[in-house]
């Protein structure tokens, strides 16, 4: 009797060893070891090569198919979670810890997030964590990595679902869901504790209801996919924007896709479409309005750029060299990244010209196609500054068809003669290059690994500055204190601290802070923003539109130095007789500088 499960026992043995291997090079790299890097990549490949050559082989069945797959994308999980194993570090999941607590104290919904406004008026991820932490005691840490792991078995289980009803094949469906990791938000982005990650796998899950219902000619079975898809859509709706939009655009044009070639005879997902758009547009206007505002600056700049560019007006960005610190990408990286872009451009075109041959009867498919060729427009976002963001992030909802066509190609083009053992090993060399390019281009390289930690004491790790002096202000001075600070301050103690910030160039923050002196302007931002603490770190700040804000060192090792603000700048407010000096860490000062609105408020 055929073992159903093949090779899996095998190698998950393997991925565990993999597992094992990254863990050891994020323990390195918190010691600043030389090695750390190239094992990660290392552990990396192992993990990669010998799932997809089994995946891609004729032997495997469906069964075991679905399970390495799984296995991989849960393992890709793992080293996201490793990389920072206690807490929630990127600037997305400090705004929704803030959200959550404020459920589990105030038991209220859309209570106002003042670092990121937007993310409070989706709250989908934070009442699922909210109820698992009220049922279970586990921390909204603890919660949260539990949640998004959810989600990612199910995006990985939906989108192998997707392709296979498309398809037909279960070679394809396998090998298009290792395709889809290659997108560069992959890794990190959308494993994040953050409304998105949860949004994207309960959208794919809806197009694999609608495809699964489309085969099905009547009965009860017919409903209950549209009940649970008119669940989903609704429940994408209430958890993230972008997602639903993309959502509701993706249902409206196969809905006019199927009336359009049965000239009228199938309506398609009409229902679900009509929901989608009209549940998508009250939640904007009389939810989340401000959306608009948080969203639009971002796409406008995009294109604005892009436009620029074209006319002759602006410089393209200079590719694989950090616009914060000047680091250029190792050669080695540079080759990889502009590789995998090479392998798509050249595997998308025979993707599509299967497609158009096998699968121009199935609407689902031609759609799915259709998504593919933008991925050259987000190329070409690329080469500019403001467009650098939006194509990264692009990146996990175009990939849902990108994969599609490149399997296709692949199993069509490649495989339909041939399938030797040497294919299978070439064809995971290329998911190698894939995955790790994406990740190159997605992810900077002072993010890709833990950073050291800089202050130790014996085995206890000391808490960040920025972590301790919020909690502090939480105990000593309550909540929801109006304080001015920078902005990588500000998403800890909006998180940490429950307190309502005030920060970057708006209200004039950032010019109150590099001023040398309190003058006039200064009092009068102190006064207009009724603020009343400011929190001074005299430690300069690096910025990445993917990973946020974070302390760069100016040079490497345990014992690195960080650039510091001139002692005029930072200590202005010592100088000042009625503001008092209320907390010092050594690098983070808090001053309380009511005295300025009492005296606004005695004129």
């Keep these: ?20 291997l990254v863990a050891y090079a994020y323990s390195g790299a918190r010691a600043a070891a030389v090695w750390a890097e190239p094992l990660f990549w290392a552990g990396l490949i192992v993990l990669i090569v010998p799932i997809t050559a089994r995946v891609a082989s004729v032997e495997a069945t469906r069964q075991e198919r679905i399970a390495l797959v799984v296995w991989l994308g849960l393992a890709f999980y793992l080293v996201k979670v490793m990389h920072n194993p206690f807490a929630f570090t990127f600037p997305d999941e400090l705004s929704h810890l803030r959200n959550v607590n404020e459920i589990l104290q105030n038991g209220r919904l859309f209570e106002e997030n003042p670092v990121i406004p937007a993310t409070a008026l989706y709250p989908g991820l934070q009442i699922i964590t ?25 995006l990985f289980l939906a989108l192998y679902f997707l392709y296979e009803q498309v398809s037909g094949s279960a070679r394809v469906a396998g090998i298009a869901t290792l395709f889809y990791m290659a997108n560069t938000s992959f890794l990190f982005w959308t494993a994040q504790y953050a409304y998105e990650s949860l949004a994207l796998p309960i959208a794919v899950f ?28 609704v429940s994408v709706v209430i958890t993230h924007h972008m997602t639903s939009y993309a959502l509701a655009a993706i249902l409206t044009v196969l809905t006019l896709f199927s009336i359009i070639s049965s000239r009228g005879k199938n309506l398609g997902p009409w229902a679900l479409a009509l929901v989608a758009c009209a549940a998508t547009l009250m939640w904007l206007v009389f939810v989340a309005t401000l959306t608009i505002d948080y969203l639009s600056p971002v796409l406008l700049g995009a294109i604005k750029s892009i436009l620029r560019l074209i006319a ?17 990408a190792p050669l080695w990286e540079q080759w990889v990244a502009i590789g995998s872009v090479m392998l798509i451009a050249l595997g998308l075109p025979f993707g599509l010209s299967q497609i158009w041959k096998q699968y121009r009867q199935r609407l689902l498919a031609l759609l799915l ?5 933008a991925y050259f427009l987000m190329q070409a976002f690329r080469l500019t500054p403001a467009g650098w963001e939006t194509s990264n992030r692009a990146s996990e909802f175009l990939f849902v068809g990108i994969a599609f066509v490149l399997a296709v190609g692949t199993v069509q083009c490649w495989f339909s003669r041939r399938c030797n053992w040497i294919d299978r090993w070439v064809l995971a060399g290329c998911v190698v290059i894939l995955i790790f390019g994406g990740f190159i281009a997605g992810w900077p390289p002072k993010a890709r690994l833990p950073r050291p930690y800089v202050v130790a004491v014996g085995s206890q790790v000391v808490e960040p500055q920025g972590v301790s002096t919020s909690k502090w202000m939480l105990a ?27 920060t970057s160039r708006k209200h004039g923050i950032q010019a109150m802070f590099f001023s040398d002196n309190i003058g006039r302007t200064e009092r009068n931002i102190i006064r207009k923003t009724g603020v009343r603490y400011v929190v001074v770190d005299r430690r300069l700040i690096s910025w990445d539109h993917m990973v946020g804000y974070y302390f760069d060192p100016v040079t490497d090792g345990p014992n690195a130095e960080f650039e510091l603000v001139e002692p005029a700048v930072y200590g202005k407010f010592d100088s000042h007789e009625n503001v008092s000096k209320i907390f010092d860490s050594g690098n983070i000062f808090i001053y309380d500088v009511s005295v300025f609105n009492e005296v606004s408020s005695t004129r």
């Design 369 to 373: 196609a259709g998504v593919a060729p």
């Design 130 to 154: 909210s109820t698992l932490v009220s049922l279970s005691g586990l921390s909204i840490f603890g919660a949260g990595t539990i949640v998004i792991g959810a989600a990612r078995l199910v």
């Design 1 to 20: 009797m055929r073992n159903s499960w093949g090779w899996l026992p095998k190698l998950m043995l393997t991925g565990s060893f993999s597992l094992l």
């Design 312 to 328: 002759g007006e602006e410089s393209t960005r200079q590719l694989f060299k950090s616009s914060s610190t000047g680091a250029v």
């Design 206 to 233: 809806v197009l694999f209801v609608i495809a699964r219902r489309e085969s099905i000619s009547a009965g009860s079975q017919r409903t209950g996919l549209a009940a649970i898809g008119l669940l989903g859509v």
């Design 476 to 502: 000593f001075l309550g909540r929801d204190n109006r304080v001015a600070v920078d902005a990588s301050n500000a998403k800890l103690i909006g998180a940490y601290g429950e307190q309502h910030p005030f």
